[in-house]
């Protein structure tokens, strides 16, 4: 039995999914037999866990700060363990920029696309570049603030007068976003767990909107807006091949413990790895339970492998 | 010794999921929050200003009056207070009720009256009488987004009218309602916030409130006027309610204490032809058997020891400075292509920005200099009012009213300036002074949405 500080809520538009899986993780661990102290991090931060002294922090934020490596960081001056990526692995993976040059780098297929910041708009007239983007790209273009980790400010660009306002709506979130070319067909995740033997890729999920769409915010985190398929019903080895895939991308990005995947299979059968979630969603519409669920693993036990993970990895670190 | 369990056993997630999805009503399968939820929830964080609420200053209710009236009551009517009460309301109740009606200069028989658990209720209890999936309710665009939650509920069919600076365009009403009818649909009842409307912050004129009513009885229409606001009057004479334009032959109305006294308490009422009545009490009693008791009678205690007009007159006094500080304040720092509404009332201003600012993720930018507003989408059904966001005036001091009016207007620049760098336009074109202003009102007044009101101008010319 361990104390556990289980970290949730912070300051970023997924809060109100992060105490959803926070208050997951808290029942679980305490049928674990654990003694959990709940830290909604906020600027006391610091001041509850060295009062607390926990042996490890389970970190269930997502979004900014949970899950770009900042929460993390502070976690390595204290010297708490912490379930998931460290911090280089979370800076990676939350910039979906950082990521694509890795993946395209990698070898790994990410569908083409052009990054930019504010200042090359507003300093170097990249306006004047779009059209050739656009011709690039060809419509629709998905236009992503680089740094989100939900679908808010993901906006579809469906002719060259949309890409304007795509553009201001995505730089709402961040400074920095990409335009990337749209990959039509089915959209599928695969979330990867350590395991005793390195880290194993779960079964695929699809998510199906109900009643057709663009799979937005919304829909992911509401039961009965989208339907998840598990495991997904693919083509021959693309199962295979999502999970290679998720395995490399998460081992490229220098992820531990837990993360998950998201990719798409186009209607040429060709798989795409979009972006990689350093800690994805535990509420009872996530991903990442569900294909756990399918290999046999159920939530408790999910989560006592998560935390096992950080002890692995803190004592890998003093070695 | 049995005890439950300290934890509910470990559930599985999928099944989790497909059980409970499996059991949700096909009504609820509408009954979706708005995607900017969890942006909205962001507003609740003490370091945001925020615009987002439609709460009045209940900060500036004498806490000793409170005190007074709650002593009184455990003097003389502890037990009662305490007690059930009939469904349909107390009888001292509705004569506080038919008080605060006849301020606006209704005359209420007490017996067309039933207290309601808050004026949202209202529309509950209304759309469940009359709603059949599928029906039609004729609403104003924008609309208060919880009646339109309440009729999704119902999964009414809502037609949304456009609004100008006269608040429903009663001409467009009845081209809505000839084309609902050739296609054999024959609306339920219109449903109108006609005074400083909910976003909107717009009044019906007479000449309108004469046809609306007019327009019901050659139909036979029910009317559903929903008035919480109608005493928070900061300037003009007051206008007649539709329900005394009509004699409550076809008007039904809706009131609350809420926005005069204490939205806390939960009262509102609702007033209807007697058969309608009868049946929106079977369905009260199906909610909740009767309205809390003790609110019933803190109402009661405050009115007879107190003025309570006295009161409305305060706050009438802090959100008229506050409305004006926000108006100053939207004059001073919005850029010139914004346009907004000057409520004569209410709590509420409707700005509308170029239509290239979402004002979803606008939000977002704004929450990251602490400022929150309400995103428009959520007063249309029809994925209008993107573009628009709903400011609340009465819950901020207006030292907060002014600095978060800077706020979110530096973002909308740095947004109108970025669209202009992305699209060639010049930032200089940008914040030109608009074509139409009308500087005998004292403010750019706007009408909604501004296609039509060129129409309009165009035909009164």
Redesign the interface.
């Known amino acids: 039995m361990s104390k556990v500080a289980v970290l949730a809520g912070g300051?970023s538009?997924?809060?109100?999914?992060s105490l959803r899986s926070g208050a997951r993780v808290e029942?679980?661990l305490?049928?674990l037999g654990h003694d959990v102290v709940a830290i909604d991090a906020g600027s006391d931060l610091i001041q509850r866990l060295r009062a607390e002294q926990p042996d490890a922090a389970f970190v269930a934020m997502h979004g900014r700060d949970g899950e770009d490596g900042t929460v993390q960081e502070l976690l390595e001056i204290l010297g708490v363990p912490y379930t998931g990526s460290g911090v280089p692995a979370c800076v990676r993976a939350m910039d979906k920029v950082l990521t694509k040059h890795g993946l395209v780098e990698a070898g790994i297929p990410t569908p083409e696309f052009f990054s930019f910041n504010?200042t090359a708009?507003?300093e170097l007239g990249a306006?004047d570049a779009?059209p050739a983007i656009e011709q690039r790209l060809q419509f629709p273009i998905v236009v992503k603030p680089a740094g989100q980790g939900?679908a808010?400010?993901i906006k579809f660009a469906r002719t060259a007068a949309d890409?304007?306002?795509a553009?201001?709506?995505?730089?709402?979130?961040d400074s920095k976003v990409l335009l990337e070319r749209f990959v039509k067909g089915r959209d599928l995740a695969v979330s990867v767990l350590e395991g005793p033997d390195g880290p194993l890729a779960l079964p695929v999920v699809e998510a199906v909107p109900v009643g057709g769409g663009d799979y937005?915010?919304?829909a992911r985190y509401?039961?009965?807006?989208t339907e998840?398929i598990?495991p997904a019903d693919l083509p021959a080895g693309s199962t295979e091949r999502a999970q290679e895939l998720a395995l490399r991308t998460y081992e490229l990005l220098g992820c531990f413990g837990f993360a998950r995947v998201d990719l798409m299979l186009d209607e040429g059968g060709e798989l795409f790895v979009l972006e990689a979630n350093p800690i994805p969603g535990l509420t009872?519409?996530?991903l990442l339970?569900?294909a756990?669920?399918?290999a046999g693993i159920?939530?408790?036990d999910l989560v006592a492998r998560i935390l096992e993970s950080a002890f692995t990895r803190s004592a890998q670190a003093r070695a | 010794m049995s005890s439950l369990p300290p934890n509910p056993p470990e559930r599985s997630t999928r099944r989790d999921l497909e059980r409970y999805a499996g059991l949700f009503s096909a009504r609820t399968k509408v009954m979706t929050s708005s995607a900017t939820r969890d942006l909205m929830a962001m507003s609740d964080r003490p370091d945001v200003i925020s615009f987002a609420g439609g709460l009045p200053d209940t900060s500036s209710f004498p806490s000793e009056t409170f005190a007074a009236i709650t002593q009184k009551i455990a003097d003389e009517s502890c037990a009662k207070a305490l007690q059930y009460g009939p469904t349909d309301g107390l009888a001292e109740t509705k004569r506080c009720i038919a008080d605060v009606m006849a301020a606006e200069a209704m005359a209420v028989d007490t017996d067309d009256v039933l207290v309601t658990t808050g004026g949202q209720q209202v529309l509950d209890l209304v759309t469940k009488t009359l709603i059949d999936p599928g029906d039609t309710i004729v609403a104003e665009g924008p609309s208060y987004p919880g009646a339109l939650n309440a009729f999704k509920a119902y999964q009414a069919n809502v037609v949304q009218v456009d609004m100008d600076s006269d608040g429903m365009r009663v001409d467009l009403l009845e081209e809505t309602l000839d084309r609902l009818d050739s296609e054999g649909k024959r609306p339920k009842f219109v449903y109108t916030v006609p005074s400083f409307q909910n976003p909107g912050g717009v009044t019906l004129s007479l000449p309108r409130r004469k046809r609306l009513v007019e327009v019901a009885r050659e139909r036979e229409l029910l009317v559903l006027e929903d008035n919480p606001y109608g005493l928070l009057r900061y300037e003009g004479d007051p206008l007649p309610t539709l329900y005394s334009l009509d004699g409550g032959v076809y008007v039904m109305y809706l009131g609350t204490f809420s926005k005069i006294f204490s939205p806390g308490l939960r009262l509102g009422w609702v007033v209807a032809p007697p058969p309608v009545l009868s049946r929106i009490n079977l369905g009260k009693q199906q909610a909740d058997l009767c309205t809390s008791t003790l609110s019933q009678i803190l109402v009661q205690a405050y009115f007879a020891h107190h003025d309570w007009r006295d009161y409305v007159g305060t706050l009438s006094e802090i959100y008229r400075s506050r409305r004006d500080t926000m108006l100053d304040a939207l004059a001073e720092h919005f850029p010139a292509q914004a346009e907004w509404t000057r409520p004569g009332g209410g709590l509420f201003i409707w700005a509308t920005l170029p239509e290239f600012i979402d004002t979803s993720d606008l939000l977002a930018r704004a929450l990251r200099d602490s400022v929150a507003f309400v995103p428009g989408e959520g007063a249309f059904l029809d994925g209008r009012g993107r573009s628009s966001m709903r400011l609340n005036f009465s819950g901020s001091d207006e030292d907060r009213i002014r600095e978060g009016i800077r706020r979110i207007g530096e973002v909308i620049k740095e947004q109108v300036a970025l669209y202009g760098t992305l699209t060639g336009e010049q930032a200089e074109a940008a914040v030109a002074p608009p074509a139409e202003v009308e500087p005998d009102e004292g403010g750019r007044v706007v009408e909604l949405p501004r296609r039509a009101d060129r129409e309009r101008r165009a035909r009164r010319s």
């Open positions: 300051s538009f997924e809060r109100q999914v029942d679980a305490e049928r504010q708009f507003r306006a779009l939900s808010l400010g890409v304007p306002g553009l201001v709506a995505a730089f709402s979130y937005d915010f919304q509401e039961i009965g807006r998840f598990c009872e519409t996530s339970p569900q756990a669920e399918e159920g939530f408790d």
